[in-house]
């Protein structure tokens, strides 16, 4: 499975950008596609995921300001992040699990896409 994740950029707080993540190869595959995020010196971060079932889950953190989307069954997966903030700066990847692993362990991550809010 390969992705690719874009959209980055640099927005102004209060802002909103839409990331993508296009998901290819063996895409039957996937048991779900997460986003994750991290900022610079800080951890890699958990924001959410959507389930190839149609379940989507979030990190308690994200409190309705970022929504995650899949395109009708396909293999594009969004990421909505609004009202953004600068503490929200750092690179968002998206990345995969495949079905019948366990469900934390993404073995497919994309290249990351950067977001940088100005305050």
């Known amino acids: 499975v390969q992705l690719q994740a874009s959209g980055g950029g640099l927005v102004h707080a209060g802002g909103s950008l839409r990331l993508s993540c296009a998901a290819s190869?063996?895409?039957?595959?996937?048991?779900?596609v997460g986003w994750f995020r991290q900022a610079p010196e800080k951890e890699r971060e958990f924001i959410g995921r959507?389930?190839?079932?149609?379940?989507?889950d979030y990190a308690d953190f994200v409190k309705g300001r970022f929504t995650i989307s899949r395109d009708n069954g396909g293999n594009m997966v969004y990421l909505q992040l609004n009202n953004l903030k600068s503490e929200d700066t750092g690179v968002y990847y998206c990345?995969?699990?495949?079905?019948?692993?366990?469900?934390?362990?993404?073995?497919?991550w994309g290249q990351g896409t950067q977001v940088t809010v100005s305050s």
């Open positions: 990345a995969a699990v495949r079905r019948f692993t366990p469900v934390d362990k993404y073995q497919y």
């Open positions: 190869g063996g895409t039957s595959n996937i048991y779900a």
């Open positions: 959507v389930l190839w079932g149609g379940k989507i």
